[in-house]
């Protein structure tokens, strides 16, 4: 399905009825790779999951994004395809545990108190913890911005305006280097964005499920948003990954359908 969200065209999907569940990807990631968590949960939900902008079949923002702007984008969505919901469960994978941290921890622009009520969140292998930086890691960014501000001072970013963005590339995730230059900007914004002050204010009752093998946002963020929000509890799989809901789809359906009341 498509729909126009303050001027970008945006892919999503509308399964199932009941109390509705809206289903939020991670940074390069789209609604597709929720096609299982789809099926299994629109059983008992009515259930949306969106591509956002700049991923899947979704238009790219005009301007680079922040989380308070993925936000609003969620909030504008919500307000124009579903105004009469009074009551929405989030599921958010990655980054779009960013977007639910910040979206329900009342601390935001007070819009999310306009319109509905949030019961329950279920967070999965989510971001929103400052990584602990390594020595190589750490070696490595003084390395860039070694190399940017010489690049910069002696003027060859101007003579050769393609050597900074080379540079980016060389010394930037993978994300970072696929990305086009709007969303670029936009992950620098997204990822450097410290969440932990907010996850006090998460204080509905939120199922976190983690991967102990996730090395993308490691167990340890999971047991400090657990530490933090004050209704939490943690789910940890052995043996999965990042992506927790595909490498071990039976026991993740268990623990979500558990907490969501869904038979397995």
């Given amino acids: 399905m498509k729909a126009n969200i303050n001027g970008l065209n945006i892919n999503y999907i509308d399964e199932g009825a009941g109390t509705m569940l809206v289903l939020l990807h991670g940074w390069g990631s789209n609604i597709e790779l929720f096609s299982g968590l789809v099926n299994f949960t629109k059983k008992k939900y009515h259930v949306v999951a969106m591509d956002m902008p700049g991923f899947g079949k979704s238009d790219e923002p005009k301007e680079p994004m922040n989380v308070d702007d993925y936000v609003n984008f969620v909030l504008d969505f919500i307000k124009q395809l579903y105004p009469d919901e009074k009551e929405i469960i989030f599921l958010g994978h990655s980054m779009g545990g960013r977007v639910i941290i910040k979206l329900t921890s009342g ?55 393609g050597v900074l963005d080379a540079l980016q590339k060389k010394f930037g995730s993978a994300d970072y280097a696929a990305a086009s230059p709007v969303m670029r900007a936009s992950l620098v914004k997204v990822v450097n964005e410290d969440l932990t002050p907010y996850m006090p204010s998460v204080t509905m009752p939120a199922l976190l499920i983690w991967g102990d093998q996730d090395t993308a946002t490691p167990l340890s963020d999971g047991q400090k948003m657990e530490e933090l929000m004050p209704e939490a509890g943690l789910a940890v799989i052995n043996g999965a990954g990042h992506y927790s809901f595909l490498d071990n789809v039976y026991l993740y359906n268990k623990i979500l359908g558990s907490f969501l009341g869904i038979s397995i």
């Fill in 107 to 161: 601390i935001h622009d007070g819009r999310i108190k306009a319109g509905f009520t949030v019961p329950k969140v279920i967070l999965t292998d989510a971001a929103g913890v400052p990584p602990v930086r390594t020595a190589a890691q750490s070696k490595r960014t003084k390395r860039y911005k070694f190399y940017k501000n010489l690049i910069t001072k002696t003027g060859i970013s101007k003579a050769f305006p």
